[in-house]
């Protein structure tokens, strides 16, 4: 069984500081990491995945994290946030099958 | 191309009717997922289904709950006398393969249901 938990439910950061949003996961198997952003009224679109290789995972709109099996985590991280990062965020992981289980969630709220 | 669609966008109903909400999946996408989105439980994994295969039914929370694929293609998921608590967002989603490999997923906007 997989579960994945997102601490902090709201962020907010100053537009041009770092972003760090938390996720960490439990898994029976070796897991494959998912960061997912929602935009008001729109549906979830990938902006990254950990598979198996490289750790440290690019994805869309300058985000990056990284897993890290000793700590299970795969904390999301963006150098300098942007208005337009404003989003709900959504960790999920599988064991290998294809049901993603989501963390509750992240508000992330960007301001001048 | 075109990304996953789903209709309608929003549906109330009246409690204790019956509701059909439709996926068309992207083209050539094997397997097709429903997932449900609520203020008290977030995200949750209902249904998925690969090829022709017997779908994974064992996120569906009732047995007022059921889904079809036809033709390998659309999807309706179907919730019959409908309660307060089935109020959430209705998302479908895609991908290419469906397997042990994890392909990514490719969702709709979604539909908002109200139960009245």
């Known amino acids: 069984a997989q579960s994945v938990t997102q601490l902090g439910s709201h962020v907010s950061v100053s537009e041009g500081a770092l972003v760090l949003l938390r996720c960490n996961y439990s898994s029976s198997v070796p897991p494959y990491l998912f960061w997912y952003v929602q935009y008001p009224n729109q549906g979830l679109q990938l902006l990254l995945k950990y598979t198996t290789g490289a750790t440290l995972v690019k994805g869309i709109n300058g985000f990056e994290a990284e897993f890290k099996k000793s700590e299970t985590s795969f904390h999301l991280t963006k150098p300098s946030a942007h208005m337009s990062d404003a989003a709900e965020y959504f960790c999920a992981v599988t064991g290998g099958g294809n049901k993603l289980t989501f963390g509750t969630g992240t508000q992330l709220k960007v301001e001048l | 191309g075109a990304g996953v669609s789903q209709s309608p966008s929003n549906k109330v109903t009246e409690k204790g009717k019956d509701v059909e909400l439709r996926c068309d999946p992207i083209?050539?996408?094997?397997?097709l997922y429903w997932y449900r989105q609520s203020l008290g439980q977030g995200l949750e994994f209902l249904i998925y289904?690969?090829?022709?295969?017997?779908?994974?039914k064992s996120g569906l929370p009732s047995d007022r709950f059921s889904a079809e694929r036809t033709g390998g293609s659309v999807s309706t998921l179907t919730i019959q006398r409908t309660q307060q608590e089935d109020s959430a967002v209705y998302l479908c989603a895609s991908s290419l393969v469906g397997g042990r490999a994890p392909d990514t997923q490719y969702f709709g906007p979604g539909t908002r249901l109200t139960v009245l």
């Open positions: 289904f690969q090829g022709n295969s017997a779908p994974d």
């Open positions: 083209s050539g996408h094997t397997a």
